[in-house]
């Protein structure tokens, strides 16, 4: 494969369908062993969840493809809280990235890379206060060379 001849670009309304099927072969890959049925209820509530989210801009997504076939995906959500003391002066608007996937056949390219400096790039552009992610182990790597840093107060779930 000539990484020269990969392109990326930016997500469209016409591209709901790709993020969703991606999305769920992402998840499939960390939590396998899912129903059909389970698979087709979450396609349904992706397609709405991604047609809102790119009409409204609280989600850019960008797509590396390889002879005209979508070999990586990234997200940014944006949303919105009280800036802190490190956000003074800035919108409180903060991202959140997800969705990093790159089909196996192409890791360990660089696609992956490219794609998070596409996202933080626009996150640049919209002045994000910060913006954070969960890691899978496969990826920390990646981004803590685009300087990622482990979070100073850890992050803890709760299950509603």
Partial sequence: MDSKKISYRKAEEKDISVLTNYRIEFLNEIFPNKTELESEKLRNCLNEYFSKALSDKTLIAWFAEYKNQVIGTSC????????????????????????????????KKGVASILLEKLKEEAKGMELEFVHLHATKDGIGVYKNIGFEEPFFPELTLKI
């Fill in 76 to 107: 940014l959500v944006i949303w919105k809280a009280p800036p802190s003391y490190s956000g003074i002066g800035k919108s409180g608007k903060r991202g959140y990235i997800l969705n990093m996937f790159t089909l196996k056949e192409f890791r």
